[in-house]
């Protein structure tokens, strides 16, 4: 059973650089079945995609997030990893990893990861 | 502002049915996938495709759509459903992923 789990720090200071890293244990990253994504929720808020990457590298990130967003793979340590820039207050938020299915039949994201909450504070 | 709209609460007596209804012009090409949040924790998927439950998932969660709706159906609600629940599928461009804005369902 494929399991996600997300670890980076709790808090950030405005203006810096977020990095998180989802581990990815029981499945392969390199699964050309899958994209790996990142998706976030602000507290009391509703969820919000970010991006996601395929094993090849390719990425595919939302338009508001864009700008300041990486997102990179790591198959030799079974991990992805997302990088946030220029981060402010609007920012703190749950980070979420999970595995994305995309098929003719649909599109998913399952499992996720327990998540990880960053707060952006001096 | 999402492309996908839900309503942002709903309440069931416990033992009835309720649908939760996401609507959104891509739900004409593109089917939803459910999620239920509980405090505190992750999202867990309950619904995908066109009418499917994850293992482990109970059958009396099922999905549907019509035209720009999408709909999420518990038959016989119990008081453990009580919970989030976010609809997702892809924005009018096929290329991105979008959520609603999630619905509240309280049990009676």
């Known amino acids: 059973q494929v399991q996600l789990q997300e670890s980076g720090p709790g808090l950030v200071k405005p203006s810096e650089t977020l990095s998180l890293t989802c581990t990815v244990s029981?499945?392969?990253?390199?699964?050309?079945?899958?994209?790996w994504s990142w998706i976030r929720q602000p507290p009391g808020k509703g969820l919000e995609w970010i991006g996601y990457?395929?094993?090849?590298?390719?990425?595919n990130y939302n338009p508001s997030l864009k700008s300041r967003v990486t997102i990179s793979v790591d198959t030799s340590k079974n991990q992805f990893s997302l990088k946030l820039s220029s981060v402010t207050a609007a920012d703190t938020a749950v980070y979420y990893c999970a595995r994305e299915t995309s098929t003719v039949t649909g599109d998913w994201f399952d499992p996720w990861g327990q998540g990880t909450l960053v707060t952006v504070s001096s | 502002s999402s492309e996908l709209t839900q309503d942002p609460a709903v309440s069931v007596a416990l033992g009835q049915t309720v649908r939760i209804t996401c609507q959104g012009d891509?739900?004409?090409?593109?089917?939803a996938s459910w999620y239920q949040q509980k405090p505190g924790q992750a999202p867990v998927l309950v619904i995908y495709g066109k009418n499917n439950r994850p293992s482990g998932i109970p059958d009396r969660f099922s999905g549907s759509s019509s035209g720009n709706t999408a709909s999420l159906t518990i038959t016989g609600a119990q008081a453990e459903d009580e919970a989030d629940y976010y609809c997702n599928s892809r924005d009018s461009s096929g290329n991105r992923w979008v959520f609603g804005g999630g619905t509240k369902l309280t049990v009676l």
């Open positions: 029981g499945g392969s990253v390199s699964s050309g079945s899958y994209y």
């Open positions: 891509s739900l004409r090409s593109y089917y």
């Open positions: 990457i395929y094993y090849s590298g390719s990425t």
